[in-house]
């Protein structure tokens, strides 16, 4: 079981600055996310593309302003899930909770922050029938263990930088890979385009393309596809393997967290926002996107505000009654959990004769 | 500056004829979502740029459109439910001579 002070649902920009807050006031933070890397929509949709309506930052790429925060709360050595759905949550009876993810992972705290954005990122699946009967059959839709893939004959669908990246990394440990995509062109890195035209060339990719897989087959466990070339419809090629893995990107879904008796309203979570973003559960909180009232902003600037309201408030949850006055950072520093200091130099006071 | 009028199907199949301004640089998908025509979160998701496939939606006028840049063509050949009338509604900037356009939503998910 891993315990904390404040459990956040989500490491998008909202969830990483709420453990710098927390951290002012000496409370830790653990978090949770789908993705395998933290940053939410800024890593998964646009790292690479400018935000220019960050304060006091004219132009900053989404990538880099994640590295900012990673670095900013580093002091305050937050723990991560990371690759883990949160799927269930449960009530104390000494009034923690207690959230479980779709690994069986435990985390146990008396405030649990969601910033779960527009929601966890899931594979999109393709439409084809008996899709699912597959699932962890030899259909995948994330590449946990790449060596898992060693000597199998593997076919990735797909046309996007994932598609391309994982086709270079398999292809050097797969006995045979397979890439197909509907066109002739692939949207990605120039490098990485490059590199699949090489192992192409090579024989160490087969390309299919313009072409896609229209059918599964096998007893029990995938054992073929159906693959259907775009300019000979008529002559199916049926592929013998050992893994599909469809490659399509991932899209956002509010999924469990809207079985969790919390008042959901357009797709997201309704909070009191006269106070401090708390949601009908007393100790359960939603900040950034994932949460609406009356004029909201789904905003990263919007995201840190409510972060910060939302750390007052926990730290008033878990010292009932104490005595507090917020500090600046300028006056009261930064007084790391790894024992790190930051403090604004001192000004020299010294007679000029 | 004027107005120009849209008629979109929903993903209920409900349909809707709405007013669209020319003059605030909106596209298709802002339409719909200014008009909460789809749910909140299951349109729009990339935010219009032709990275989501969220939007898309089939054409069922025959009014002149922009072509399909490199992008949008990117986009399509991975999306769900496309046929020859699919565009991603974030690609279609609203301009006078789209009045009277006929769209229908594509299904969520696409
Ligand atoms: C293309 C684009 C451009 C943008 N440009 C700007 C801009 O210029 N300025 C601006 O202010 N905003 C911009 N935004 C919006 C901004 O990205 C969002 O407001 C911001 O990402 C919200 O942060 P968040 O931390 O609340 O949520 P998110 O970034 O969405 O992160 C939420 C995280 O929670 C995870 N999660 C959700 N549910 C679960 C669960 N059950 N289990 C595990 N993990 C879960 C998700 O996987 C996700 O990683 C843009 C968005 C896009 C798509
Ligand atoms: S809104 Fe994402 S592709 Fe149009």
Redesign the pocket.
Known sequence: MIKTDILI????????FAVFEAGLLQLKCHL????PQ?????????PK?P????PGFPEVL?GELVDNLMEQIRPFQPGFTLG????TLEKMDDGTFVVT?SEGTRHQAPIVA????????EPRKPLLDNLEDYEDKGVAYMIRDPESYRGKRVLIAGGGDSALDWSIYLAEIASELILVHRRNEFRGALDSVEKVQDLKDRGKIRLLTPAEVVALEGEGALERVVVRKMTEPAEDIRVELDAFIPLFGLS?K????SSWGLEIEKNAIRVDNTLDYQTNIPGIYA????NTYPGKL??????FHEATLMCQSAYQRIHPGKKYVMKYTTVGGIHGFDGSKKEAPKAVVKTIE | MSDILIRIRDREGKLHEVDASTDMNMNLMEVVRSYELAPEGTIG?????A?CASCQCYICSDHPLPEKTEDEEAMLSEAFYVNDKSRLGCQIRITEDLHGLEVELAPEGA
């Open positions: 649902i989500g490491a998008g920009p909202t969830g990483l949770i996310d789908a993705l933290p940053g939410g929509q800024l890593a998964e949709i646009y593309k935000i220019y309506d960050i989404a883990e759905r949160a799927e993810t969601i910033a779960g954005g527009l929601g966890s990122f956002p509010l999924g469990p967290i900040i950034g996107d994932v789904k905003l990263i600037l919007c995201g | 998701i990339c935010g219009g740029i990275m």
